[in-house]
């Protein structure tokens, strides 16, 4: 668990400087081209953004309806295990 830690919290980082790279990375983009090139473009890269944006979101809650994550069964429940929590797992937890 503590040698996992390190490596789990270097995936949150770049995962929360994805979004912000690929925002920069078009503004730098469009910034560069001429007045109306940049209309064009930006106005397909706007809706192409938007319309990939919204099909992730419809994928992700039909496979969230179908796939059902987190639901136990009652046969899962009555088997479960529950393992002691530990003060190292509750400040680890603060730290993410």
Known sequence: ???????????N?????????IVASLITAIASLDSK???????RTVI???V??????????????AIKPGEISKEKEF?????????LD???DLIR
């Not at 980082?13 to 790279?21: D, G, I, R, S």
């Not at 990939?52 to 309806?65: D, E, Q, R």
């Open 1 to 11: 668990m503590l040698i996992g830690f390190p490596g789990e919290l270097l995936m």
């Open 13 to 21: 980082m770049l995962k929360m400087l994805v979004l912000p790279l």
């Open 37 to 43: 090139a940049a209309g064009k473009v930006g106005r």
């Open 48 to 50: 192409y953004y938007a």
């Open 52 to 65: 990939t944006s919204f099909l992730a979101t419809i994928l992700g809650i039909a496979l969230v309806m």
């Open 79 to 87: 088997q479960k295990n529950s393992d002691p929590l530990r003060t």
């Open 90 to 92: 509750g400040f680890l």
